[in-house]
């Protein structure tokens, strides 16, 4: 009998495993996809951006999603933990802008590596290809699970299955169903770190693939005229609205913003750009003098190419209602205004989210009110464990939902079985 099953063979899986095997308890890992780590090889393009270099305590503050739930996980287990866990199986890490911890190599596929290796040395068993389908429960208390070949009898079940974003991955939502039929609360499923739907569609189109580095954004309900989010770094126009890494961030707030469903169909949520934030109006007014000066015969759909990207230049020229064709030294003070305006304040009107399917995590997943904080077990099914993306929490990019992974991954690993 094995003494304790971890569900799922990603980074919050492999670490409750690890840690559980390392406290002398017998392990078993069942994943139902052909190798383990799917999700993590694709995390940071690739690089996997493993955690952050910031003080714990604002590992909290990232995390719009339940933040607070996770006092006592981030302090079982911390960046430097992992990136120490990480330097014992012989990877180094380095930090990048916006305190991003990445391995040395770039690559994910030596962050996984590091995992298989340790779950060798301490002969973690495992099955692929295995799903699991039920937990079996007795009097409040696991019994056994049963996957979709046999009954295996167990009394402790970690259940670190993953979200439902990348469903390619094996996050296919299957945990949700599980824990549910045990009676949890499964909070609505939403994707977060997402693209953005816009309602000018036609206007990103036309800018499809232009990134805009530097620039400032505002997150508002025009409602109340309420700043949601505010975020400064890069973001990019697509086919369909806008993406990048301000703009994932900014969903993380959005998704949990109260009504956020009807704002969104009202056309009540908009993101406000300012393209030159380094600038103030009026040293912005006296650029775009010095520019209508250097190209004062031109025409103003010609005079733009110092101010702004090709791709954005005829969207801007629409937006401005300043005549194409008229001559720079025929445009008012007025229409400079305007200029001036638009330029700190490019407004684009939110739609929806794209689908969770193409989202980077979840939000939603198991009712942090039915987990133990302080033991990820569950209130409800003795001997039941939640590690990672399945709970609902959920943060911003820059490592901080990796960090959640292991620290959660961590903490059951190293409580369960203690009963």
């Known amino acids: ?33 052909p190798s383990f780590g799917k999700k993590l090889l694709i995390t940071g393009k690739g690089r996997c951006n493993i955690t952050s270099s910031l003080y714990m305590s604002e590992f909290i503050k990232n995390t719009p999603g339940n933040g607070k739930f996770l006092y006592s996980a981030f302090q079982n287990y911390t960046n430097k933990d992992i990136i120490e866990f990480l330097h014992r199986q012989g990877l180094e890490v380095k930090e990048e802008r916006g305190n991003r911890v990445f391995p040395v190599t770039d690559k994910s596929s030596d962050v996984l ?59 296919t939502g299957d945990g949700y169903r599980i824990a549910s039929e045990l009676g949890h609360k499964i909070v609505k499923i939403k994707p977060s770190l997402v693209p953005l739907e816009v309602y000018e569609k036609v206007e990103c189109k036309k800018m499809q693939g232009l990134s805009l580095r530097n620039v400032s954004i505002k997150l508002v309900d025009v409602n109340k005229n309420k700043t949601i989010y505010e975020d400064f770094g890069e973001m990019l126009f697509t086919h369909f609205g806008i993406s990048g890494p301000i703009i994932l ?26 393209l030159k934030p380094a600038l103030t109006d009026e040293q912005l007014d006296e650029r775009i003098l010095r520019d209508f000066k250097e190209f004062k015969n031109k025409q103003f759909k010609h005079s733009l190419d ?42 684009i009107t939110i739609k929806n989210f794209r689908p969770v399917e193409e989202a980077i995590i979840t939000s939603g997943g198991i009712d942090t009110k039915e987990i133990n904080p302080k033991t990820m077990e569950s209130k409800l099914i003795k001997g039941l464990y939640f590690a990672g993306e399945i709970i609902d929490v959920d943060s911003y990019t820059g490592g901080f939902n990796l960090q959640i992974a292991y620290s959660t991954g961590y903490t059951a690993g190293i409580s369960c079985g203690d009963s």
């Open 1 to 33: 009998m094995s003494k304790v099953i971890v569900v799922g063979g990603g980074p919050a899986g492999m670490m409750a495993a690890i840690t559980a095997a390392e406290n002398g308890k017998e392990v078993l890992i069942i994943e139902k996809m």
């Open 113 to 171: 590596d590091c995992f298989l290796k340790r779950m060798d040395e301490l002969k973690i068993k495992y099955k692929l290809h295995t799903k699991v389908e039920k937990i079996l429960v007795k009097e409040n208390q696991v019994i056994a699970i049963r996957t979709d070949k046999e009954i295996i009898q167990t009394s402790n079940v970690i259940l670190a299955t993953g979200g439902k974003s990348y469903p390619l991955t094996g996050s």
């Open 306 to 347: 110092k101010l702004l990207p090709q791709k954005l230049i005829p969207v801007f020229i629409e937006k401005s209602e300043i005549e194409p064709e008229k001559r720079v030294n025929e445009i008012t003070r007025e229409e400079r205004n305007k200029m001036v305006h638009l330029l700190k304040d490019f407004e």
């Open 249 to 274: 961030s900014s969903s993380a707030h959005l998704v949990r913003y109260k009504d956020i469903d009807n704002l969104l169909k009202d056309k009540k949520i908009v993101i406000k750009i300012d």
